[in-house]
């Protein structure tokens, strides 16, 4: 069932099942002692008032006996004139037992065999919905006469289906699911909240701490969290910070060189020194934008996929790129517009270069109920051997054939990339097309209307 595969759905049937069944066998347990009670009271009290109620008849005149059952309680009594000849039975109940070793000192005493039609008619009102049927005892008096008592069998313990018990138990039942419900939900929002907060972690490693409040354990997590939140941003900072340093520093004395180069009266050596020195400009270039690409200190906006992709291109187009787009219009994502876009041209750059031209294309798709962008690259290149497309993604790692360093490159702008889209909460996948090429897919989440 999908609401238990949630850690709050668990704890809350948990909880309901676990109350549901201590309220069930508390019930149980209080309905058999009631019973008990009841038999009790049959033993002790109703035997007793049984023979003083024989003893009674015996003592009044045979002429005044039915006026006095009319008036008195009379426990199933009845003056009846039995067989001659009575089948000798046991008793079959505790308190015809209990009755026959208290009357048997006085009186002849008779068991008739249990028999539906000992039952009075019509029952009394407390009479009814007894169980079994009914034993009936002959009691002869002194003066000859013969009385009949009727055993009526106890009631049925099973309460009765009345509205007022069904309404009163479907109330018992809500409180306790809605008990249950919140419950659960108090004891699972904290790690909601924690799950959540490590979600964004990986999305945006400069996120708001955790507001520290709870019980003592969830404001000891929450400190633990904020804490390695914060270890974290400091490392990728000071690594940051070291990376565009030394890349920016770098470019005086390379610029000093180029400037120099120029005065080398040969012209060939000059022409090589000039291509390495141009090569390890792009390099430096590059792993400047590498440091950039982890520094996600850009705010995130509202974004017109559509118009920064079609820009995009142009701007490819007219550098001369063989760059074609389909774009969709109105779609609107939560993005950092230059880190996005810088992204987007190292995207196209590779797929121009390694497969001569790049087609662009948007779709939605949907993922876990979750709507998607999918922004696709495709090329028409020779493709990335299966087992190395995630390996592209490793900063310096260059493909040995079509993607080597002879057609350019340092190997970092796939790593830019993928930077950038997990800064978005996205991701970047590489796909081989059967009919040849190489396609990109980037993913982002399309924003809340």
């Known amino acids: 069932m999908k609401i238990l595969s949630s850690m709050s759905g668990r704890v809350f049937a948990i909880l309901l099942l676990g109350v549901m069944s201590s309220t069930a066998l508390t019930w149980w347990l209080a309905f058999g002692e009631r019973q008990k009670t009841i038999a ?3 033993e002790s009290h109703s035997v007793e008032r049984a023979e003083q109620l024989i003893l009674a008849l015996d003592a009044l005149p045979s002429d005044n006996r039915e006026s006095f059952l009319s008036t008195a309680p009379r426990l199933g009594l009845q003056i009846a004139k039995l067989p001659a000849t009575i089948p000798d039975a046991e008793p079959h109940t505790p308190f015809a037992g209990a009755l026959l070793e208290r009357l048997s000192k006085n009186f002849h005493v008779q068991f008739m065999p249990m028999n539906p039609s000992n039952c009075p008619a019509p029952l009394s009102p407390e009479a009814r919905g007894v169980s079994g049927p009914c034993e009936a005892i002959g009691i002869t008096l002194h003066d000859g006469t013969t009385v009949r008592l009727t055993v009526i069998p106890p009631r049925s313990p099973v309460p009765p289906l009345s509205t007022d018990f ?35 972690l990986g999305n945006d490693i400069n996120h708001p701490a955790l507001e520290e409040k709870g019980a003592s354990e969830i404001v000891q997590a929450t400190h633990a969290f904020n804490s390695m939140q914060s270890r974290i ?10 990376l565009a340093a030394i890349t920016h520093d770098l470019q005086t004395p390379l610029t000093r060189l180029r400037l120099r180069l120029e005065k080398v009266n040969d012209n060939e050596l000059r022409d090589k020194l000039i291509d390495d020195l141009s090569a390890m400009q792009a390099m430096v270039k590059e792993g400047l934008d590498l440091a950039r690409s982890m520094d996600s200190n ?5 974004l017109d996929l559509d118009s920064l992709i079609d820009s995009v291109c142009a701007d490819a187009v007219d550098a001369g790129q063989e760059v074609s787009f389909a774009g969709k219009p109105g779609i609107t994502v939560m993005a950092r517009p230059v880190a996005l876009r810088r992204c987007l041209i190292n995207l196209i750059d590779n797929a121009v270069k390694y497969g001569q031209y790049a087609k662009v294309s948007t779709e939605a798709v949907t993922d876990a109920g979750k709507k998607l962008i999918q922004i696709r ?16 993604f490793e900063p310096f790692y260059r493909v ?50």
Not at 185 to 191: D, F, G, Q
Not at 415 to 442: C, D, F, K, M, Y
């Open 40 to 42: 009790q009271y049959r």
């Open 298 to 302: 850009e705010p995130l906006k509202p």
């Open 377 to 392: 690259v495709r090329d028409g290149g020779h493709g990335i051997p299966p087992d190395q497309l995630n390996k592209v």
């Open 166 to 200: 069904v309404v009163s138990l479907a109330l018992f039942l809500l409180s306790i699911a809605v008990l249950a419900f919140l419950i659960s939900r108090m004891t699972m929002h904290p790690l909601k909240q924690l799950a959540q907060a490590a979600k964004d």
């Open 400 to 449: 040995e054939t079509s993607r080597s360093r002879d057609t350019g490159g340092t190997g970092l702008g796939l790593t830019i990339a993928q930077n950038i889209a997990q800064q978005h909460g996205g991701s970047l996948q590489l796909v081989n097309i059967p009919e040849g090429g190489l396609e990109v897919r980037l993913t982002l989440q399309e924003k809340a209307a």
């Open 233 to 242: 941003r400091h490392h990728i900072q000071q690594r940051t910070h070291m």
